[in-house]
């Protein structure tokens, strides 16, 4: 076995999978095994609540229409049918939800992911995913408006002109302008993700917005 190359590789490539299974798997497990995981309310932070506020303000009538408040039991709740909508349309087919530490990944999509990000109810099961037929969106929140998203799933090409997204009008009733309760959870979960972290001058523009309201 060890005579030809056909061998070599073999056990080679069993030795990287074990060393990756150890490496990204155990290793994190060990280190992180008392840290709690959140329920999904307590991941509704500052951020996700401002952009949960401006899907108020934006759409009113249809907000109003599906849910009663901006706070963060209607926000968990929105949270976990755009999640739910999300698995359930194989956004995850063509979307990963990590940002690896190789290829100058960090300079495309964000900072690398971090464990620690996933150990809350919204990530099981985690979409780590394998292909990018469209970007990684674990850093999406913020980086564009809520009315962007909209007009995107309504129909991706007004907006990205090459983009083989499908459109999803389902989300809607009748224009982009009128998400129903799936369209604008939609948008929540999107806007949700990476709203962890501080590098996204949206949700400071937001706040800012929504204070002098």
Excluded at 56 to 68: A, I, L, N, W
Aim: negative net charge.
């Amino acid at each position: 076995m060890f005579e030809s190359k056909a061998g070599i590789f073999g056990i080679a490539g069993l030795g990287f999978f074990a060393f990756a299974f150890i490496s990204n798997a155990l290793v994190p497990i060990w280190m992180y095994k008392e840290l709690p995981e959140q329920t999904v309310e307590e991941v509704v932070n500052a951020r996700v609540l401002s952009s949960f506020g401006d899907l108020k303000q934006r759409y009113p009538e249809q907000f109003d229409k599906y849910f009663d408040a901006v706070d963060v039991d209607n926000c968990a709740e929105a949270l976990r049918l755009g999640r739910q909508v999300y698995i359930g349309e194989g956004c995850w087919h063509c979307h990963s939800q990590f940002v690896r530490p190789v290829s100058n990944e960090s300079r495309r999509f964000g900072p690398v992911s971090e464990t620690w990000e996933y150990q809350n109810a919204l990530q099981r099961p985690v979409m780590f995913g394998t292909r990018r037929v469209g970007p990684d969106l674990s850093r999406e929140g913020g980086r564009r408006g809520s009315d962007w998203h909209a007009v995107h799933f309504f129909e991706p090409k007004i907006v990205s002109t090459d983009s083989p997204m499908p459109s999803y009008p389902w989300f809607f009733e009748g224009s982009p302008d009128k998400p129903n309760k799936r369209g604008l959870a939609m948008i929540i979960y999107i806007q949700w993700l990476g709203s962890w972290l501080d590098e996204y001058p949206y949700y400071e523009q937001l706040e800012a917005d929504q204070e002098e309201l």
